[in-house]
């Protein structure tokens, strides 16, 4: 474990905290006016490996082959040359800061951190981090990589949970989620919609996926990973033969068939690396999945049903209340979609560059 310390004085800024893997979605806005949830859990923290924060760099300001050297390998908006290394907590877990009140930009519900670091060390004043909680934005505090020093306590040697570890203790991650939004009132001002997680879990997913069907359509298991993936395979890719089969597969589950071209495996809580198969199997194209919606695919948890009373006979059960479902299909974040795959080498293919100048016509559509 390890505690976060200001570079300036040495004040301890954090609990003691446990590295994981960076959710896919830490950097993500969802919808408008959203009131998102914290992005991290109790007692863990999270390093962003990429730039962020200003100065940004417009496209056509940035050589090529910086931003391949930078691992960026197709057009974005922008870059950032920030320091790289920031680091994510959960806002309950900072100990020794005040908030900065001349730094308290925000776009209209909130704070963003647009105006720069929010949040002074307490002891000696020197700026350490961002208080975000805007609307849309998942809530956190990003500590300032040059403005703290990483310190182990005990422990902090400690090896990750193995897989069989992980799915013992694994939580997975509901496809469905009540989201209200700010200034709602009563606990019934919410509306059940399919979750942000899920959202940019695909997203990320959808992009390897078109890269794994080298321009082939790809089909995917009935039932809930056809609901999430099966529209947007259709849509992006031609029907019909060659076909390439994506299949569910990870820690526990029986070994893949060996026509499966295309692995959906769980990428490690702590470490963010995708589960790796054995044998033939590990020549198919792994398709990484946050380990708790992945578990969700294998082992959805049902509603529990509660017993009735009344005119329904002894031992009879149902739903109370009932199932809720989104109202409307699934959609896959296009953000989230573009960002994994001009970050893959395989964008820079005439066919997938094509698609990705082209994608916002599927943004109308409905698609993503």
């Known amino acids: 474990m390890f505690v976060f310390v200001c570079a300036g004085c040495g004040a301890e800024l954090t609990v003691p905290l446990s590295q994981v893997a960076l959710p896919v979605h830490a950097r993500h806005k969802y919808g408008n006016g959203l009131q998102l949830p914290v992005l991290m859990e109790p007692g863990t923290f999270a390093v962003d490996p990429e730039p962020w924060g200003p100065p940004w760099r417009r496209w056509d300001e940035i050589d090529p082959d910086e931003a391949a050297a930078r691992g960026v390998?197709?057009?974005?908006?922008?870059?950032?040359?920030?320091?790289p290394g920031a680091v994510v907590i959960a806002p309950g877990d900072a100990r020794g800061t005040v908030l900065i009140p001349e730094?308290?930009?925000?776009?209209?519900?909130?704070?963003?951190?647009?105006?720069?670091?929010?949040?002074?060390?307490?002891?000696?004043g020197l700026p350490v981090a961002s208080r975000i909680d805007d609307c849309s934005l998942w809530q956190a505090v990003w500590l300032a990589p040059d403005a703290v020093r990483r310190h182990p306590v005990g422990g902090a040697g400690t090896e990750p949970l193995s897989w069989a570890q992980v799915m013992a203790e694994g939580k997975a991650t509901r496809p469905v989620a009540p989201m209200t939004r700010w200034g709602a009132w009563g606990d019934g001002d919410y509306r059940w919609s399919w979750s942000p997680e899920w959202e940019v879990a695909a997203g990320r997913a959808l992009a390897h996926l078109l890269v794994a069907s080298e321009g082939r359509w790809v089909?995917?298991?009935?039932g809930l990973v056809a609901e999430v993936f099966q529209r947007a395979l259709d849509a992006l890719l031609p029907a019909?033969?060659?076909v390439r089969r994506a299949v569910v597969a990870g820690p526990g589950l029986p070994a893949p068939d060996e026509d499966a071209a295309i692995l959906l495996v769980p990428a490690h809580p702590q470490t963010g690396e995708a589960w790796a198969?054995?044998?033939?199997?590990?020549?198919?194209?792994?398709v990484p999945l946050p380990f708790g919606v992945w578990l969700w695919l294998v082992s959805p948890e049902p509603d529990l049903p509660v017993p009735t009373?009344?005119?329904?006979?002894?031992g009879a059960l149902r739903d109370d209340p009932p199932v809720r479902r989104p109202h409307r299909?699934?959609?896959?974040?296009?953000e989230a979609f573009r960002y994994a795959l001009v970050r893959l080498p395989a964008v820079r293919s005439p066919w997938l560059r094509e698609m990705l100048d082209t994608i916002l016509e599927h943004r109308r559509g409905g698609l993503l």
């Open 329 to 334: 299909p699934f959609w896959i974040d296009l």
């Open 277 to 286: 198969p054995a044998g033939r199997a590990a020549s198919a194209y792994p």
């Open 240 to 242: 019909g033969p060659p």
């Open 103 to 124: 730094m308290g930009g925000g776009y209209c519900c909130g704070l963003d951190g647009g105006d720069g670091p929010n949040m002074a060390c307490e002891a000696c």
């Open 73 to 83: 390998h197709g057009p974005v908006h922008a870059l950032s040359d920030g320091a």
């Open 309 to 314: 009373s009344g005119g329904l006979p002894d």
């Open 219 to 222: 089909t995917v298991p009935d």
